[in-house]
T-cell receptor
Framework: DTEVTQTPKHLVMGMTNKKSLKCEQH?????MYWYKQKAKKPPELMFV???????INESVPSRFSPECPNSSLLNLHLHALQPEDSALYLC?????????????FGNGTRLTVT | TQLLEQSPQFLSIQEGENLTVYCNSS?????LQWYRQEPGEGPVLLVT?????EVKKLKRLTFQFGDARKDSSLHITAAQPGDTGLYLC?????????FGQGTRLTINP
């Protein structure tokens, strides 16, 4: 079982919907990440939070809005998505706020935008 | 952009065979991580190699870090269907990990 929990596992949403993806870890890790993974491709970094502050935004469109309410939780708010945003969204965490520490991934939310 | 090249991109072999996948870079890296991602799951860290020439073993998996720290390999002995998955190498980049494109491995019973 993974120590990073993501909900929901699957999500289907229309282009006008607003939804949120949630991620939780209780390992005391101080860095948390959102990745997007398309089929047959490696994960692509979207956002990094370090000590609850946004430290990296990889030029992600504003229809994706991250939020880190506390050191254990990470949300990704979705609004007005496009069909090409359909993908597996992975959350990860690492120790000490270091960007290069090994990552612990959740099992992802498979998002389909219709 | 600090690229990591993995080869082969796809590999399909029979159970019991041996295989090697490679991860190469044109620049030196201080450490390298290997992950395996099984269908429907997130990537899971297998190993981190740090020292040039280092060899680490994880049951039937042997990881090697090149002496010049520009390349790494993963050798699997007597592959099992449970080894099926996407194998990703990752190295330190500027403030983030950089992933290779992955090797998609299928072990046929």
């Amino acid at each position: 079982d993974t120590e990073v929990t993501q909900t929901p596992k699957h999500l289907v949403m229309g282009m006008t919907n607003k939804k949120s993806l949630k991620c939780e870890q209780h390992m005391g890790h101080r860095a948390m990440y959102w990745y997007k993974q398309k089929a047959k491709k490696p994960p692509e970094l979207m956002f990094v939070y370090s000590y609850e502050k946004l430290s990296i935004n990889e030029s992600v469109p504003s229809r994706f809005s991250p939020e880190c309410p506390n050191s254990s939780l990470l949300n990704l708010h979705l609004h007005a998505l496009q069909p090409e945003d359909s993908a597996l969204y992975l959350c990860a965490s690492s120790q000490g706020g270091s960007y290069n520490s090994p990552l612990h991934f959740g099992n992802g939310t498979r998002l389909t935008v219709t | 952009t600090q690229l990591l090249e993995q080869s082969p991109q796809f590999l399909s072999i029979q159970e019991g065979e041996n295989l090697t996948v490679y991860c190469n870079s044109s620049s030196v890296f201080s450490s390298l991580q290997w992950y395996r991602q099984e269908p429907g799951e997130g990537p899971v860290l297998l190993v981190t190699v740090v020292t040039g020439g280092e060899v680490k073993k994880l049951k039937r998996l042997t990881f090697q870090f090149g002496d010049a720290r520009k390349d790494s390999s993963l050798h699997i002995t007597a592959a099992q269907p449970g080894d099926t998955g996407l194998y990703l190498c990752a190295k330190q980049g500027a403030q983030k990990l950089v992933f290779g494109q992955g090797t998609r491995l299928t072990i046929n019973p």
